[in-house]
Nanobody
């Protein structure tokens, strides 16, 4: 089994910053990619940012220039630095990881979600 544990959400005023963290643990052989998704009330879950094992990144157009995704030195952690936050960034943010387990199967894992609320 693999677990993803997120932290760092909260309430912030528009223009402020937050940093989300996600740590993966368990039966991990390697992690191919890690990313962040978000889901606002009444909307579908959408990709925010993703980073591959090689360090390539991809961002949603709505967050380019404001958010930065990075991997930790241990490679089992991922961070999302969110600057210049807007009320429309309010959502539950989910960590995602494409994990190759110790049985050498690739699975898609999700964290439990962390609430980010941006007040105007």
């Amino acid at each position: 089994q693999v677990q993803l544990v997120e932290s760092g959400g909260g309430l912030v005023q528009a223009g402020g910053s937050l940093r989300l963290s996600c740590a993966a643990s368990g039966s991990i052989f390697s992690i191919n990619a890690m990313g962040w998704y978000r889901q606002a009330p009444g909307k579908q879950r959408e990709l925010v940012a993703v980073i591959t094992s090689g360090g390539s990144t991809n961002y949603a157009d709505s967050v380019k220039g404001r958010f930065t995704i990075s991997r930790g030195n241990a490679k089992n952690t991922v961070y999302l630095q969110m600057n210049s936050l807007k009320p429309e960034d309010t959502a539950v943010y989910y960590c995602n990881a494409m994990v190759v387990t110790t049985h050498l199967y690739e699975y898609d894992y999700w964290g439990q979600g962390t609430q980010v609320t941006v007040s105007s």
